[in-house]
Every structure is written in C-alpha cells, then in structure tokens.
C-alpha cells in the first residue's frame, strides 16, 4: 500500500490539472477522440439491448464478454433463473473501490438514437443506468494500471424492481472485500449525500356484490376505498418532514375496483407508494394504519374487509457520504440500491443524466455528459481513495 500511497497525490493533480484545462474552452472534447468513441460505442450496445427488469440476461451476457475481452476476470453471480450480476476485476478480487450501477430498465422499451447535430442520445436506459456504466467502465480503463489492480465493478440486476440484485450481492457468501462503494445513478452530474426512504402499500378491500338497484343489499368495496383514500389524502398533508430531505410524500399509485356500473363492487384495491423523509417505516405503518382504523371497523360491522399489505423492502432516509471537494451536492426524492448494499462502507453516489427524464419516452443526455462523467469518475476513484490511504494512515 506504500506505493499506493506515495502515487495517489501526484496522480490527483495529475488529473484535475487535466480536466480544468479541458474545461476551460467549451468547445474543447472532453475525452481523447479515441476514448471517446469507445464511450460512444459501449454506451451504444448496452442501450441497444433492451433489458427491462426481469429480462436482463442479454444485455448481462454481452457485457461480461465485452469486460473479458478487455482483460477483466468476469464473475457471473446468478440472482435468478438467466438473471445475473456481472462482477469484474483485474488482478485483486478484494480491492478498495467498487464501482456499481443497475443493468435493468423500467418498461417499455426505446430505441437507441443519436443525433451527432446536437449531441443528444437517447433510448431507454440511456440516462439509467447504462451512461453510469458506461463512463465507469471507460473511467477505469483511463487509469494508472496499479490503480486499475485496486477497483472492481459490479453491475446488478433488478434495482427497478425490488433491488434483488444488489440484495443477492450483499449476501453472496463469496462476496469481495472492498472499502469505497461508488453507485451510479442520474444525479445531473452532482455528488448526492442522501435520499428519502420509502414504503409502498396495498389496500384491499372486499364487500358484497348485488345488484346495483338494490345497493342495500351489498357491501359496496369501491365506497370504502374512497372513503379510505380520501382519509390518507387529509394524512399526507401532515407527514413527517426534515430540513435535508424536506416533505414525506404519498403517492396514491393505482386504483382499481368492481366488475360493471349495474353490480355493486365487490373487491377494490388501490396501491400506495411513500417517499420517507424523517423517521421510518414503522412510523408511517403507525400512521396510515391509524387513519384507516375506523374504516376498517365499518366496513367489518358491514361484513366486509379492509386489508394492508405492506412491502417488506421499505427503508427509511439514507445518507450518502458526500466529502470530495470541487463537486456540486443535492439530495433525490427517488431510491437507489445504496441501502441494499450492507457493510461498513464509504458510499458515493453520482451519474450523468437528469432523473427528470428517466422512466420517460424522452430520456435522454447529451455525449459531453457522458465524457464528463468519465472524468468525474476518475476523480472521485483517485481522490476517494487518497482520503481513504489517509486515513489508515493517521490510525
């Protein structure tokens, strides 16, 4: 670790001296045209395949090879049936930084397009995740090689969904030992140090069909989820909030109820989804089932039921570490797979890309975000690393 230790200041100003002067002229290419065409490419292939969660096997295949080809040992971890987390490394298996992202999309899929005029590329996933694996992996291959021998990579699936893939990582028993983790996600190029919390719920509601002109003689499952949406939309009004993360929010997510206009609805259920800012999931089970308990009672007088299913993977605000200098910091309202990795850890967390355009038929960014993206990475790699060789040796 000397020779670390004794490389990594001269390495670092290396690197900033080199992307001040990129940035001083506007007009300048970020990258070596090389690199940046390699940039283009990887980004290219990994859009082009679609890799909507649960149908990741493709674009994880393909990738593996690619990481092969460039001189990685490749480790597929399997998650699922033809579902994989692809871990990649040099010639440490243990290193002390771990650059992570997400393979997986949300649905539909879009194309890949680029449109050289502008700049701008687009096609689903081409802001998340797949710029933040990209410019890692192309961050990586620009490094010292006695660096690149202390990093490895990790891309999982899943995090659109449930988070299993980082979930089945956390708890591989040949899990790496790694000190840093960098997670990459759309954070418009800032360093992010935190991000709410969330729970989701399932109301269900089961009545009494009957015909519609004789209600008296039903139980009516579309009334008492009106009623019951209508008492969480007085409580979300008053969640808990904190100065970092600002207001908890509810999102009443989907509603759906009864059979036909002439039937009495039997069933209803709607779906919730809470964005946690200050304290927890118990905290908002409490509340939400506290402003439903005297709906749950009439309804069960009338002979029906009123059920809360709620998810098992909620999680209360996250804060990221945030301490490298000379980048710009925010919080996200949105989820990331930061509390699925558990372990003592330094945790960054930054990408190219605007969230505001995830999950949309518009996503996208342009190509000098993906290069700055690769120097960002860069930096964050030497300067997370020299902090890190600090301080063991101030202990």
């Not at 007009?27 to 890799?51: N, Q």
């Not at 994989?84 to 992570?100: I, Q």
């Not at 069933?267 to 118990?282: E, N, Q, Y």
Request: charged share 20%.
């Amino acid at each position: 670790m000397l020779g670390t230790i004794l490389l990594l200041p001269l390495a670092l100003v290396a690197h900033v001296s080199a992307t001040q002067t990129r940035l001083s002229s506007p007009d300048a290419p970020l990258l070596p045209g090389s690199t940046s065409d390699e940039l283009v490419y990887l980004h290219r292939k990994l859009v082009e395949i679609e890799s909507i969660t649960n149908n990741e096997n493709d674009v994880g295949q393909w990738l593996a090879s690619y990481l092969r080809n460039k001189n990685f040992t490749v480790e597929l971890q399997q998650v699922g049936d033809k579902r994989y987390n692809v871990f990649a490394y040099g010639k440490k298996r243990d290193t002390t930084v771990l650059l992570t992202s997400h393979i997986d999309t949300v649905p539909p899929y879009w194309p890949y397009y680029y449109n050289e005029t502008s700049g701008v590329i687009g096609g689903r996933g081409s802001v998340d995740a797949k710029a933040s694996v990209a410019a890692m992996i192309i961050a990586v291959h620009g490094l010292t090689e006695q660096m690149q021998q202390d990093l490895s990579l990790l891309f999982v699936i899943g995090e659109e969904a449930i988070g299993d893939g980082m979930r089945a990582f956390s708890d591989w028993n040949k899990r790496p030992t790694n000190d840093i983790v960098i997670f990459g996600e759309p954070t418009e190029a800032k360093l992010v140090c935190g991000h709410k919390g969330i729970l989701t719920a399932d109301l269900k509601v089961t009545g009494k069909a009957a015909h519609s002109g004789y209600p008296w003689l039903g139980v009516s499952a579309n009334d008492v989820i009106v009623v019951a949406l209508s008492k969480l939309l007085e409580l979300r009004e008053h969640l808990p909030w904190s100065e970092k993360y600002g207001n908890t929010t509810m999102n009443l997510g989907r509603v759906e109820g009864g059979v036909a206009a002439n039937v009495v609805a039997e069933t209803a259920s709607a779906s919730l989804a809470v964005r946690i800012a200050a304290g927890g999931p118990k905290a908002i089970q409490g509340l939400v089932t506290n402003a439903l308990k005297d709906v749950k009672a009439s309804v069960e007088e009338q002979g029906g039921e009123l059920d809360i299913s709620w998810s098992s993977t909620g999680y209360g605000p996250v804060d990221i570490d945030c301490d490298v200098k000379g980048f710009e910091k925010l919080t996200v309202n949105y989820g990331t797979d930061v509390p699925h990795l558990t372990g003592d850890y330094k945790k960054y967390l930054y990408g190219p890309g605007s969230i505001f355009v995830a999950h949309s038929d518009h996503e996208a960014l342009k190509k000098k975000e993906l290069e700055q993206a690769v120097l960002d990475y860069r930096r964050l790699i030497v300067e997370t690393s020299f902090m890190h060789n600090q301080e063991r040796q101030d202990l």
